[in-house]
């Protein structure tokens, strides 16, 4: 990708041509210096990965931080939004590396890991998973973890430090965010630690969210105006989350969310 400022073709007069005649070791001395400014590639190293988050903007915004090969050592192979997208572009295009979101829509990231559970045991080469989410709950960082992801961190993570744990979790190292680091540790030592809750993988972020508000007594036109969607979206998310959790009703929905201590 160009940015505005680059030239997008030859350029004419006394300056292009005094570009044109830079002696060929200066040009690789430059473009050596800005690939190590925005944390290229360990050693000429490339890592193949597979994007999987649901947000789309999301998606672009992360090729275009560490999608720029020359610079970066990695290439995006593959993108996908849902679970069976997941499983089918991961399988086909067998990365080194999927950055993976922790809630999407058909059984979230830890769906994911136990369908490709295959591939990340393949001795010859494995496909390695790093869960990269704008969650830090225990359940999701314990849950990804328990389902065979090499490391986690969250959606704050700069472009060169998340270029740098590709390519540690292509190595297999455990990466983390410093923040859960020591979280992970204590938990795994820990003989209470959380327990995945399937039932409540199953639901989106978003639908996570207007259960939490829907439990907490808010009307539909509040939970509405609070997330910024339509009541019409408000009532989709509600019936999913009926529908996905088998329950028949609001009340019900609220004594669920109790139950967990999502209130």
Known sequence: MSDASEPVGP???SE???ESAQPADATADAAEATGAAAGGAPEGRRARVVLVDDHRMFRTGVQAEIGR???TGVEVVGEAA???QAVTVITTARPEVVLLDVHLPGGGGVEVLRRCAPLMSDAESPVRFLALSVSDAAEDVIGVIR???????TKTITGTDLVDSIFRVQDGDAVFS???AGFVLDAFASTDAPPVDE???RLTQREREVLRLIARGYAYKEIAKQLFISVKTVESHVSAVLRKLQLSNR???TRWATARRLV
Request: glycine share 22%; charged share 30%.
């Open 16 to 18: 292009g041509a005094a």
């Open 199 to 201: 039932d409540l993988d």
């Open 69 to 71: 090969t020359a610079i």
């Open 178 to 180: 410093p923040r859960l």
């Open 251 to 253: 009340h019900e929905l």
């Open 11 to 13: 350029r004419g007069g």
């Open 147 to 153: 389902g065979g992801a090499r490391g986690y961190v």
């Open 82 to 84: 849902d679970v069976d």
